[in-house]
């Protein structure tokens, strides 16, 4: 069953803009996760959140995690055309199996 | 780039034929999966394996099944494919890192169509 599920389903910026995109889940996890696939591509790790952290920075990325409402944020920060791509949340129960939402698609217009 | 391969990377077949859509990777990990994905939906989990001679079942059912013989290969094989099992399969790997969270690294994937 579906444990991520992000929000919006798509979004379409202009370039040097920022993106943000939403993660909800439903059970306690051990850590939370951000991959990106490009079209027709496997997913890419992009940053992990663990449950006691609220915020963390990669580059142009920031994550946030509020585990009291079980939703986890992703924004990027002057985006690029080369940001154009689906973004997925995955929740890590501790399990060894990583549970994907549907992604929020993204497009950068130049 | 990662070092965990697919191929073939597209697949067209007729209906009632067998496949095996292969999944390689040189990193040693321990941990494999096979993910099914169409499009705008979410990734569903259909086959794990945690080391050699280890596989399981995910959470979406599949008539796939898999083996594990050796920690670098986690073929995924279709008995006799249908149109239903038209979709875009996704293989990773993982190794627990600090304080055990499990990054996955995934393959290019492999599209198949079954006509």
């Known amino acids: 069953s579906q444990q991520g599920e992000e929000d919006p389903q798509a979004l379409s910026i202009q370039e040097g803009e920022n993106a943000t995109m939403n993660c909800s889940y439903k059970t306690s996890i051990n850590n939370l996760q951000w991959y990106r696939q490009n079209s027709g591509r496997g997913l890419v790790h992009l940053i992990l959140?663990?449950?006691?952290?609220r915020e963390k920075h990669s580059g142009r990325l920031r994550v946030t995690l509020d585990t009291s409402k079980k939703s986890s944020s992703l924004l990027i920060t002057a985006s690029r055309a080369a940001d154009t791509a689906s973004y997925f949340c995955?929740?890590?129960?501790?399990?060894?199996?990583?549970?994907f939402g549907a992604g929020t698609t993204v497009t950068v217009r130049a | 780039e990662a070092d965990i391969y697919q191929t073939p990377r597209y697949l067209v077949i007729g209906t009632g034929k067998k496949i095996t859509l292969e999944c390689s990777q040189t990193m040693g990990h321990d941990k494999m999966y096979w993910y099914q994905q169409d499009p705008g939906m979410e990734l569903h989990l259909i086959h794990y394996s945690y080391g050699v001679n280890s596989t399981e079942k995910g959470d979406l059912s599949s008539e796939s099944t898999v083996s594990r013989i050796r920690t670098e290969h986690f073929p995924l094989t279709l008995e006799s494919a249908r149109p239903s099992h038209t979709s875009q399969y996704l293989c990773a790997s993982s190794e627990s890192g600090v304080r055990g969270a499990n990054v996955l690294t995934f393959g290019a994937g492999s599209r198949l169509t079954v006509l």
């Open positions: 995955a929740t890590d129960g501790n399990d060894y199996k990583l549970s």
């Open positions: 959140i663990r449950s006691n952290e």
